[in-house]
């Protein structure tokens, strides 16, 4: 039940809970249309609370409360309060057995957080406070028990019953009815709670961990699907030899359950031993899944497995530090994925959705520190900024510190905190005294918000062979930040030459030149870097790899980052450079087109494009990163007020400039990089699809009949869904008779396959085709539409308000007004997903004021609904304010 006047949660108000609960026992008995849950807690006053009263306050939602009774003594009804959010007790004992019985639900509960039901059974999903809707409990991450759980349940209906930890026992009992009891062995946050009640298919494996004990791997799938099982369980494997070889750490189980289901708010949830994926991240045959959806997976289960010590063993104190847990284990996740495909692919695209979605995030109304201070409902919460800023930070230490000293400081921190809940300060801390560093000014990458701006300029003295960077950094206000102080900022650099080489770096003062490629401290709002026997004038390369999460800003000319281009030998600026010039081009081609000139693309660009195609072969998923234009959103947030509509036009004018020079070489590599042989997911194949694929998108942006020849050609050979998508995307966006006959085939074979059925939707959602927005709303209509399944509505509304701008924008406002409705009709249903798609405003403000008014328009008219979730109101208000 939603609290009708949510007050803010502050940091600064951060208190140890009064009572901790020890033991939780849950006897959950599963009987249609009820779930009853019989909780035994064993409580005691916490000895490091300051907190006097005898009061004990337990939260509980859309539960009934049948009875509450304290160390077996039945209580009255005027023993105790009850309301829609809290049971009160009061003068409580110092240590006493709390029992109460609840009942609710499963089948009713359409927001999927709590104990939810889906055709094939039930799941749970308690992160962050979905606890509280299975039971009354102090629903706090600092609040840490040891679980036995007992489930029953009807045997032909659901008979898999699981929970978190070890089986310990089962059976069957009356009515054709059994149970399973499982317990735990560690101590954990209510938020890692699990159980399922389903009917499911298992793939089994086994890993020998490396102290020799053996565990017992499941992946538990939909009937009839274990043939999509079996990466994951591959994924998992690879995942826990990782983590055993990079940072020392093994499973702590005898036995690690993977759970797919698909209806699911968000990705996955790393709950102790028990993971419950959505299907998304798990499901898998090369006829269904893409390279990327393979590579995700590989990524997401690594990163739920590697949760079980960054996240579980060790836990966060209160949700403020929930980048203690989520922005490590991202960072560990990315580390995985560049040790597994390519380092340098995996970092551009971690980058660059880090610039399109967290970037945006920290320049609008929901702009927040890595760990926010405030917020109404914690939900809203799991954002770029906590996730994928937070892995930034988590990787600058790791460059400031080095990669020995990051892992002596993780053994530190596992050996100090292993069994606590702690916050971001205690894992700084950690890293501090392994490495011997002081991490004072570099905190405030936790505690300010927004996108630092660095400038760069460089000044080459030829008599006295001395190159000067000149350094400044600022950071814009942001929401409830009007100054910043500076930030430490670790800037990898090298000197490119004009023959490319890189030169040997001395700074001013230091007796000998260090290596080539080094991290120079940035500190001050200006600071300067003298480099000494500097031989010739040097093109800087800044900000290597993407040493830290701000923009840089810096007076290269065209030439200059053409050199860049083709010499840097750091993989990702050389893409940067491309990825620079080409940004620059699109945007003077912008105010072009504003001006009603004829735009210009510079023929160095072209030209190196060209270099780019004929060394494709050299490394062709790195080719491909550089032959894909930065998004039309990055492009956006360049503008002061953005016009996505000269965006799209001159974003495709070059492409199609690009395509008509190169049609030869495009259709070459079309044709030479076809994988022969069976399908596998690995770098060096999916890299080849990605330029073959890339390059037959340039080719069907000329749109006659040859291109959209050769595409539906490729439509109907493609063997793998790679190749298929990849074709059906382009025809989606063609304008010929090729497009329905590929969509009409496409769903007819894929109409039982929701993972399918779900590209089927997003590859039209997309399409930039005039008349999206009718398109958008008859799909609505299509039987296999619905609200209620996330990932559907993903994969059409989402899809049409993130990733189709111009006609999300559309200058009438009809993008606007759709997705508003929309985000209201998602909000009876599931207010996470309503608040994600009501997120889609969170830009309004960089456009026109016609836009800004239809925006304003749409935002005001979700706003005066009054059964509006406390999710959807957070976002609403702080986008009008
Ligand atoms: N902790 C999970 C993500 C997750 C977060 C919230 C959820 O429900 C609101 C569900 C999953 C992860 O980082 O993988
Ligand atoms: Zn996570």
Redesign the pocket.
Same mark, same amino acid.
């Given at each position: 039940m939603r609290d009708p006047n949510p007050q803010p949660v502050l940091l600064k108000d951060y208190a140890p809970p009064p009572y901790l609960i020890d033991r939780v026992e849950l006897d959950v008995d599963v009987r249609e249309p009820w779930a009853t849950v019989h909780a035994r807690l064993a409580v005691r006053r916490n000895p490091g609370s300051k907190d006097t009263g005898r009061t004990l306050v337990l939260d509980g939602e859309h539960i009934e409360l049948l009875s509450v009774a304290i160390d077996g003594r039945a209580l009255a009804a005027s023993e105790y309060k009850v309301d829609a959010q809290n049971l009160r007790l009061e003068s409580v004992p110092d240590a006493f057995t709390l029992e109460t019985r609840v009942r609710f639900d499963p089948w009713k509960n359409t927001r999927l957080e709590g104990f939810y039901a889906t055709k094939d059974g039930l799941f749970t #999903?308690c %992160? @962050?406070q979905g606890f509280r809707c299975i039971t009354y409990f102090v629903d706090r991450p600092d609040v840490m028990a040891k679980y036995l759980v007992t489930l029953h349940a009807d045997k032909e209906r659901f008979p898999r019953l699981l929970a978190n930890g070890n089986l310990v026992a089962s059976g069957d009992e009356e009515g054709a009815r059994h149970w399973a009891r499982w317990e735990d062995p560690f101590p954990k946050p209510c938020y890692l709670y699990a159980m399922v009640a389903a009917k499911l298919d298992l793939l089994e494996g086994s890993f020998t961990t490396r102290s020799g004990k053996n565990a017992l791997l499941q992946v538990y799938v939909e009937p009839g699907k274990v043939d999509q099982a079996g990466f994951t369980l591959h994924a998992l494997k690879k995942a826990m030899q990782w983590d055993e070889s990079v940072f020392g750490l093994e499973l702590d189980l005898d036995r690690f359950m993977i759970v797919a289901v698909g209806d699911f =708010? /968000?990705? @996955? /949830? %790393?709950n102790k031993g028990l993971n419950i994926f959505n299907t998304k991240y798990v499901l898998a045959r090369p006829d269904t899944a893409t390279d990327m959806d393979y590579y995700l997976i590989d990524r997401v289960v690594a990163? *739920?497995y590697f949760h079980n010590w960054t996240g579980n063993r060790v836990t966060c104190r209160d949700w403020f530090q929930l980048s203690l847990k *989520?922005g490590l284990t991202v960072f560990r996740d990315q580390e995985y994925g560049a040790d597994e495909y390519s380092r340098a692919v995996a970092r551009i695209q971690d980058v660059r959705k880090l610039r399109e979605v967290q970037f945006a995030e920290d320049a609008g109304p929901m702009a927040h520190p890595v760990r926010p201070d405030t917020y109404v409902e914690i =939900?809203n919460f799991?954002t770029p900024t906590v996730y994928d800023k937070g892995a930034e930070v988590v990787r600058m230490i790791h460059t400031i510190i080095g990669k020995a000293a990051f892992r002596r400081g993780m053994d530190l921190y596992f050996e100090r905190h292993d069994g606590q809940a702690v916050t971001c300060d205690d894992f700084v801390r950690a890293m501090e005294d392994a490495a011997k560093v002081d991490l004072t000014q570099f905190r405030r990458w936790y505690s300010q918000s927004g996108t630092p701006v660095v400038a760069c300029r460089g000044e080459y003295d030829a008599t006295a062979q001395k190159y000067t960077l000149t350094v400044k950094q600022s950071c814009p206000p942001t929401a409830g930040q009007p100054e910043k102080l500076p930030f430490h900022i670790p800037m990898a650099v090298g000197l490119v030459a004009a023959d490319g080489a890189d030169m040997a770096l001395r700074l001013e003062g230091e007796p000998r030149a260090q290596g080539t490629n080094r991290v120079l401290d940035v500190r001050e709002a200006e600071q300067r870097f003298v480099f000494v026997d500097v031989p010739s004038m040097p093109v800087p390369s800044l900000l290597r790899g993407f040493s830290a999460p701000v923009v840089l800003r810096s007076d290269w000319s065209d030439a200059d980052l053409t050199h860049l281009m083709a010499y840097d030998s750091d993989a990702f600026n050389r893409w940067e450079a491309g990825d620079v010039l080409a940004t620059r081009i699109i945007l003077a081609g912008v105010k072009a087109i504003q001006a009603g000139n004829v735009p210009e693309i510079p023929a160095a660009y072209i030209d190196a494009i060209g270099r780019v195609l004929v060394n494709a072969a050299r490394d062709p998923a790195f080719a491909a990163e550089c032959l894909a234009l930065p998004a039309e959103s990055f492009l956006a947030e360049q503008m002061d007020v953005a016009d996505p509509d000269a965006i799209h036009v001159m974003r495709k004018r070059v492409i199609r400039i690009l395509a008509t020079r190169y049609r030869t070489r495009f259709e070459g590599a079309f044709r030479h990089f076809s994988v022969p042989g069976a399908y596998s997911p690995d770098a060096g194949a999916a890299g080849r699809r990605a330029l073959r694929n890339a390059a037959l998108a340039y080719l069907m942006e000329l749109d006659d009949s040859t291109a959209r020849a050769l595409t539906f050609l490729e439509y109907r050979r493609a063997e793998n869904m790679t190749d298929t998508m990849a074709a059906l995307q382009c025809l989606a966006n063609s304008s010929g008779a090729e497009r329905e006959r590929a969509l009409g085939m496409f769903f007819e074979k894929w109409k039982d396959e929701a993972l399918v059925v779900d590209k089927w939707f997003r590859v039209q959602a997309t399409s930039e085709l005039a008349g999206a927005i009718d398109r958008v709303q008859a799909l609505l209509k299509h039987p296999a539409f619905t609200l209620a399944n996330p990932n559907r509505a993903r994969s059409l509304l989402f899809a049409f308000a993130r990733a189709n701008p111009v006609h999300f924008h559309a200058a009438d406002g009809s993008g606007y007004r759709f997705v508003a409705e929309q985000v209201v009709a998602l909000d009876a249903l599931n207010p #996470?997903i309503a608040s994600g798609l009501a997120r889609s405003f969170d830009r309004w403000k960089k456009y026109d004021a016609a836009r800004q008014g239809h925006a304003r328009a749409a935002l005001e008219s979700i706003r005066t609904r009054d059964a509006l979730s406390n999710d959807v109101r957070e976002v609403v208000d702080r986008a009008l304010a």
């Open positions: #999903q %992160e @962050a =708010n /968000m990705g @996955a /949830m %790393e990163h *739920e *989520e =939900n799991y #996470q």
